[in-house]
């Protein structure tokens, strides 16, 4: 089973970048769908982005443009590059897989905070 940490939020301005980072533990990694998700208070969980074993990537039409998802299976990591940053962004994003987010289990997350 694979494990996450995500890790790389922090405060950002309005109009900057950020990059945030996923790493993954589990020999099964590589084979692995893996998405950003994002919680902003008093709002639900929401998928961000999602890149599958083969590169293939999905967006959320609110960041669509101005984040990519990218991964790097021999350093085991997914990547979430966030430009163009809106105050609407800010939460705390999270990595998990399908399965895992289905059944309920998530990590820490790591805060992202916009100013303006």
């Known amino acids: 089973q694979v494990q996450l940490v995500e890790s790389g939020g922090g405060l950002v301005q309005a109009g900057g970048s950020l990059r945030l980072s996923c790493a993954a533990s589990?020999?099964?990694?590589?084979?692995?769908?893996i998405g950003w998700y994002r919680q902003a208070p008093g709002s639900q969980r929401e998928l961000v982005a999602d890149?599958?074993?083969?590169?293939?990537?999905n967006y959320a039409d609110s960041v669509k443009g101005r984040f990519t998802i990218s991964r790097d299976n021999a350093k085991s990591t997914v990547y979430l590059q966030m430009n163009s940053v809106k105050p609407e962004d800010a939460a705390v994003y999270y990595c998990?897989?399908?399965?895992?987010?289905?059944?309920?289990?998530w990590g820490q997350g790591t805060q992202v905070t916009v100013s303006s």
């Open positions: 998990n897989t399908p399965i895992l987010s289905t059944l309920g289990y």
């Open positions: 890149i599958n074993s083969g590169g293939s990537t």
């Open positions: 589990g020999s099964t990694f590589r084979f692995t769908t």
